[in-house]
């Protein structure tokens, strides 16, 4: 267990301990306070906290190695982890929404800026930190290469290409931090402006916001557990396998996506001159390269002689039209 804890999703890993962290420090304080917004803010750092300690555990456990009784793998365990994680949030989001709603109909006055302000402030600063480190994770799982302030654009734009895992702790943190952010303002307003509501709608935006990153997650992972062709990584093996001289054409090129795991399955045409230790050899060496690709699990690969059809060229332009 320990050895399977240590190849868990480490960006899951730290938000996990930095979000439990924030919600410890910001219930303190709505105790103190009765604060609407610090109220939803610590419901969003546990649920968070939650959310990402199970997806830690998720990853861990679906890097088991096969067994007799489950000769696939482990690999969808991670969504199915994630999906049972969602519905935590939900549960305190829902809670988050009603509470903002009661404050909205029942207005009643804030806390001292001298606790919110300070606490709120902590907070963003740690999120905004984890944030920018599951951005670096995005980019590094994509396989871009960006530093500084190229990393905030390159993990926007290569964000479908990271594991569920990452994309799951990038998109509550985003919602995390901007939401610290509004509960700044909102406390501010309430505070210098006669409109007590303000915590009220930040607490209902926060809440529904975490309801955004629920229905994400949730389709993300039904998608994954269900298995997904990754269109992408069946273009870039494609490529590399038509690079082989001995390959003449590819009749088929699957990619499915379980978990963190990609399995690839390939149909290729040969000369049918060649002999079986020839073949063999071929076979060999595609393995080899395909699975040093990150992410692939397994590789399975067929054979068929030539024909006059061009079946990469229709594929391709198909992967091309899908990956636009």
């Keep these: 267990m320990i050895e399977l804890l240590k190849q868990g999703n480490k960006s899951s890993l730290m938000a996990c301990a930095v979000n439990f962290l924030i919600g410890l420090l910001r219930g303190g304080a709505w105790l103190m306070t009765g604060s609407p917004a610090m109220f939803a803010e610590t419901m969003h750092a546990f649920a968070d906290a939650a959310n990402q300690g199970f997806v830690y555990v998720g990853t861990a456990l679906s890097k088991r190695k096969p067994t007799d009784r489950f000769p696939n793998g482990f690999g969808r365990v991670v969504n199915l982890v994630c999906l049972a994680a969602v519905l935590i949030v939900a549960i305190m989001s829902y809670e988050t ?35 920018y480190k599951a951005m670096k994770y995005v980019v590094a799982e994509a396989g871009v290469e960006a530093k500084g302030f190229s990393v905030v654009g390159a993990s926007f734009t290569n964000l479908k290409k990271a594991s569920p895992a990452t994309r799951l702790v990038f998109m509550e943190d985003m919602v995390a931090s901007s939401g610290g952010v509004l509960a700044i303002i909102a406390v501010l307003i309430g505070h210098f402006i006669p409109f007590v509501q303000a915590e009220g709608v930040v607490s209902m935006i926060i809440g529904i916001s975490m309801f955004y990153v629920v229905s994400r997650v949730f389709l993300d992972n039904v998608s994954g557990a269900i298995g997904e062709a990754d269109h992408t990584m069946e273009a870039r093996i494609g490529e590399l396998v038509m690079n082989d001289s001995d390959v003449k054409d590819i009749q088929k090129v699957v990619v499915l996506r379980e978990g963190e795991e990609l399995h690839v399955e390939l149909e290729i045409e040969v000369d049918s001159s060649l002999t079986i230790k020839q073949a063999d050899a071929i076979k060999d060496r595609l393995e080899e390269q395909i699975l040093s690709q990150e992410g692939v699990a397994d590789v399975t690969i067929e054979f068929d002689q030539k024909d006059q059809i061009d079946h990469w060229e229709e594929k391709k332009q198909k992967l091309d039209e899908i990956i636009k």
């Design 97 to 131: 929404v009603k509470e903002g709603f009661h404050h909205i109909l029942h207005p009643s006055e804030g806390g001292a800026l001298g606790i919110l302000l300070p606490v709120f402030g902590i907070g963003v600063v740690l999120e905004f930190f984890v944030f």
